[in-house]
């Protein structure tokens, strides 16, 4: 049997998923440097994990760079990452040490970096798991 201490909280949950997709026609819909929305998160979730996966490289004329953040941090779980090189995967900083996300926060974004020409080819998919402290707990009476 489990007990917990008067004035604590055992919470636990599931790791949920978000999932997006982009290819060289949003990053230049987007321009270099301007950050574009993946998807939005729960408020007070937290990122604890994930990965970018380049599928197909992305063919700027020098480097094509990609950063996964948030509004207030372009490289909160992903700092530059070598997209043009070869397919790849970059793990997501998953932060362990207790950033909730915040309403200004909430749209998880991707930003691409160029130098040269626009590109012409290229895919990414961003795979993140979270945890959200307000999602139904699983019953731990079974």
Do not use: C, H
């Not at 994990?49 to 480097?63: H, I, K, L, W």
């Not at 953040?69 to 043009?84: H, V």
């Not at 200004?104 to 979270?130: K, M, S």
């Amino acid at each position: 049997m489990t007990t917990v201490a008067v004035g604590t909280a055992q919470v636990r949950g599931f790791a949920l998923t978000a999932f997006a997709d982009f290819d060289f026609t949003d990053v230049i819909a987007a321009a270099s440097g301007v950050g574009f929305e993946l998807f939005n998160l729960p408020l007070a979730s937290s990122i604890v994990g994930g990965r970018m996966s380049v599928v197909e490289v992305f063919d700027s004329a020098t480097s094509d760079a990609i950063e996964i953040g948030d509004a207030t941090s372009a490289a909160r779980y992903l700092a530059t990452s070598d997209a043009d090189a070869a397919i790849a995967d970059f793990e997501l900083l998953g932060n362990l040490l207790g950033y909730k996300i915040v309403a200004a926060d909430r749209a998880i974004l991707a930003e691409w970096t160029a130098v040269g020409a626009v590109p012409t080819q290229g895919i990414a998919e961003v795979l993140a798991v979270y945890a959200d402290p307000n999602y139904a707990t699983i019953n731990q009476e079974r």
